[in-house]
């Protein structure tokens, strides 16, 4: 059982160019999230979906898009990367009641991404 | 607007003896509390959570207390070991809806062995 997968773990980008981080889950969760990990910043939304078909702007959606493709994968995409996206993107995942049985949301092991 | 707070970054406790991590938070809409921890190079992983019904669940060496009143909570590791030396975040969510969490900034705990 893979849980949440992500790709990919590292990349470094020019300031300018885009990019779509990939993330997958196989655990037939309705809802699906994109957070930014930043020093002194903790995890802040960008976008989430809470289910196949929708989305909605989190937290801190300037600059980046999202696609959920279908139950499976939802997408990040940069248009133009800037130097203040550098960052430590997760992607998560959760069903629904999840939280009120404990067991929160299941995180992807993150992508690096650096912006020169 | 910061709406849950870790106010304080880093925690360095003695192997064995007790680590109390502290959060705070501002919105009263918020009904249901988690704890993640992350190690390194890795997603969080959950830890332990309370609904705003209670103000105290234990799992094992850790135990999570609630102060509404106070809009504050707190884990307890007791006793903390090596293995538990990671980044700690508290999160909360609304009543109904969607499942969204907001995290805080993070506590980084180090025990010394």
């Known amino acids: 059982n893979a849980g949440v997968t992500q790709t990919p773990k590292f990349q470094v980008l020019k300031t300018g160019q885009s990019m779509t981080l990939q993330c997958a889950q196989d655990?037939?969760?309705?809802?699906m999230y994109w957070y930014r990990q930043d020093p002194g910043m903790g995890l802040r939304l960008i976008y989430y979906s809470a289910s196949e078909g929708t989305t909605d702007k989190g937290e801190v959606p300037n600059g980046y898009n999202v696609s959920r493709l279908n139950k499976r994968e939802f997408s990040l995409r940069l248009e133009s990367a800037a130097p203040s996206q550098t960052s430590v993107y997760f992607c998560a995942s959760s069903r629904p009641g999840s939280r009120r049985g404990g067991y929160g949301y299941t995180f992807g092991s993150g992508t690096r991404l650096t912006v020169v | 607007d910061q709406q849950v707070k870790q106010n304080s970054p880093s925690l360095s406790v003695q192997e064995g003896r007790i680590s109390i991590l502290n959060c705070d938070y501002t919105n009263s809409m918020f009904d249901y509390f988690l704890w993640y921890k992350k190690y390194p190079a890795e997603g969080p992983t959950f830890l332990i959570s309370?609904?705003?019904?209670?103000d105290k669940n234990e799992d094992g060496r850790f135990t999570v207390f609630l102060n509404k009143s106070a809009k504050h909570l707190s884990l307890h590791i007791v006793p903390s070991q090596p293995g538990d030396s990671a980044v700690y975040f508290c999160?909360?969510?609304?009543?109904?809806?969607?499942?969204?969490?907001?995290f805080g900034t993070g506590t980084r705990l180090t025990i010394i062995p």
């Open positions: 655990m037939n969760h309705n809802s």
């Open positions: 309370i609904s705003s019904i209670k």
């Open positions: 999160a909360a969510s609304v009543a109904f809806g969607n499942e969204k969490l907001t």
